[in-house]
């Protein structure tokens, strides 16, 4: 009798949720500590030492003893009354090392950071954080750029500026300039003063698309603070332009000796390796088959013991999608076989080649 099957049951999907752990290694961790804090035998915490971070809620008082950029992300090291704590902070929020703050986590991410006592060398200063609407692109891409100039004080701060202009943004690849914010603008030359309030914070943005992949550094100034030396730097790639995005397949074959009258298995992974989504038209509810062959002549195909809704239908496979499609089948007589497996997403070719041998015994 012939199996039904609506469009949901014709494969067994079997989807991989892959947990991502953080653990950089560092054989000299005390290295990376303020001078002090090493000599009091303390260690750095997760992520600057091996270690996984575990899923938990909180908060910690205490002084700010690093900040550091790891992939893109400021992570702080905050040095609490009993514990280190490795966190990354809010990208609007910038701190600095000697800040009393406290900050409610979960996991190793801060969710509020409110600080309580400025350091002492940094007061009366402004901040200042650059964040990018992506840390990795691809080629033609739209990315944003914003400076975030921050007064954390009780009292206006006032800069002098030498034209109209008042910020700017330098795109470089291996120190080389490519693209400047104020290279396609017009500036008037006068002076002027511009005052944050206290307490405010007043962004600047400007966008860039690139053209060719490859490791970038975007620089951001303040012109407050003159055109020396950027206030915030951040660190991007850009990734070329996938034109045809492919799946990646992988068939398996268990065993590949088989015993005549047991069950062979077949299994047919497919993955989307690529940053962009990748779409499949499929005919019916069939998504997949397979056929085995002996001598060139097919002895089996899969899909012929089963039925399909004749309804044209997609898939899409996010980035990171992984899914399995499987079979199974029983030889009846030695010999070698080769197998086929099919995903009809990709018209009528196989995706994937297999051999096994039958055996009497």
Known sequence: MRKKFLLAAVCILIVSMLGASISWASPNAKDFLPPGLAKKGKTLPPPFQNGNMINLSGSIEGNVVLVKEVDGKQWLVIEGLKELKALKSGEEQTLYVGDTVLVDYKGDEASSIKVLKTSTENQGKLRYVLTTSLTEATVGDNLVFNLFVQNPTSNRITHQLNSSQR???????????????????????????????????????????????????????????????????????????????????????????????????????????????????????????????????????????????????????????????????????????????????????????????????
Do not use: C
């Open 167 to 361: 910020y700017d943004f330098i795109v470089k690849k291996d120190g080389i300039k490519v693209w400047q914010w104020s290279d396609h603008q017009n500036f008037l030359t006068i002076l002027q003063d511009v005052s944050i309030n206290a307490n405010e914070t007043v962004a600047y943005s400007s966008s860039w698309k690139p053209e060719r992949s490859g490791e970038y550094t975007v620089e951001a100034y303040f012109l407050g603070e003159g055109t020396s030396k950027p206030v915030a730097v951040k660190s991007i790639t850009i990734n070329r332009e996938v034109l045809n995005p492919q799946l990646n397949y992988t068939l398996t074959v268990h065993p590949t000796t088989i015993v005549l009258g047991r069950e062979i298995n077949f299994n047919l992974n497919i993955k989307n390796n690529t940053k962009v989504d990748i779409t499949k038209q499929f005919s019916s509810g069939q998504i997949y088959d397979y056929i085995i062959r002996k001598d060139g002549r097919k002895v089996w195909q899969w899909s012929e013991d089963y039925d399909y809704i004749g309804t044209e239908m997609q898939v899409i496979f996010k980035p990171g999608d992984n899914i399995t499609l499987a079979a199974s089948w029983k030889p009846e007589a030695t010999g070698k076989y080769t197998v086929e497996a099919y995903f009809l997403g990709e018209s009528n070719r196989p995706v994937g080649l297999g051999e096994f041998t039958g055996n009497s015994r």
